[in-house]
């Protein structure tokens, strides 16, 4: 079922404007994921999508070719599950994966087969039977997930259903999350402000920034080809090289770097991954911390930038310089970004 939303805005009655006007497609099956700082509009969207929210005169809402823009969220058939599971805490996993099953009064042989597949799918056969309090959280927002699919829904909305977990859990449960969506192939949207969760989830992902999109495309595409300094510093974590232009070129504190032609009116950004240490590089610094993180050192070299800020770089390798030691850097002309804080071409 295809999910299309189009010119949809909402304005809340004490005038915040929390959505500009809006358009967007999410195709068949496609896991899209809203990315964007807390307060940016993700909750608005997903919840003008669920018909839990009215949005402004003007705006449409499309389940594949048919307008639900004024129909109640229980019409729409659509699966959602928050960052607060919202179980019942003493029925079983089983009774509360079953749930919207029964209340759609799906004859109970039936019902049981689809919450036995859902159960296999979401890897919870084995705890069917326990009270769902007896569950960690990981398991828990699993339940959560298999309740929400198992009645079939047209579109699944998920909002930020990591969030709640500790770190270590969050990271594994994200991958598991990924895999499990696609089993499901239902069109999905995944509310995040996370971009490791976008980036690992997601098909496509839209950036968003105080109510509007900034950028929709495949997570390589956002990434290799950011729109706006802020997809840039949003997903990958660029940073801005400021100094003087001379002829062509930046003026760093630590030295010289070549820009490309056209670039003049544009700012430069980099990312740390981009950065390599190099005997033969134009620019100079000093090493101010080294930190090991298992792929690759994390280093923070200062007298590189002009503004003072110090530089980060990630080195692959087995070694790494000193705290105080004096490197040389390059940068691939390729991997610098070139932005306005506008995004530049159609959105
Ligand atoms: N019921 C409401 N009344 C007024 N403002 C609201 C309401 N709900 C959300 N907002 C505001 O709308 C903006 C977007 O909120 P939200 O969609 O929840 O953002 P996000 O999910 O990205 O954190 C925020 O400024 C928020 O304070
Ligand atoms: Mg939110």
Known sequence: MTLTVKNTAKTFPDGTRALLPTDLTVGEGEILSLLGPSGC??????????????????????????DVTGLAVERRNVG??????????NMSVRANVGYGLKVRHVPKAERDRRVDEVLQLCRLADYADRPVQALSGGQQQRVALARAVAPRPKILLLDEPLSALDAALRDSLRDELAAMLRQFRITAVFVTHDQAEALAIADRIAVMSEGELQQVGAPEDLYHAPASAFVARF??????????????????????????????????????????????????????????SGGHYRLAIRDVLSDGALLQAHHPGKTAPKSGDTV??????????????QPSGPK
């Open 41 to 66: 509009g993700k909750t608005t969207l997903l919840r003008i999508i669920a018909g839990l929210e009215q949005p402004d005169a003007g705006s449409r809402v499309f389940f594949g070719e048919t």
């Open 235 to 292: 997903i990958g974590n660029a940073i801005p090289l400021t100094g003087e232009r001379d002829n062509g070129a930046l003026i760093l504190k630590g030295g010289r770097l070549e820009l490309a032609e056209n670039s003049a009116n544009k700012e430069v950004y980099v990312r740390a991954e981009s950065i390599r240490l190099d005997p033969e590089g134009s620019l100079a610094g000093v090493v101010e911390t080294a930190v090991f």
């Open 328 to 341: 040389r850097l390059s940068i691939s002309p390729s991997d610098l970004l070139y932005l306005s804080d």
């Open 80 to 89: 959602m599950v928050f960052q607060s599971y919202a179980l019942f805490p």
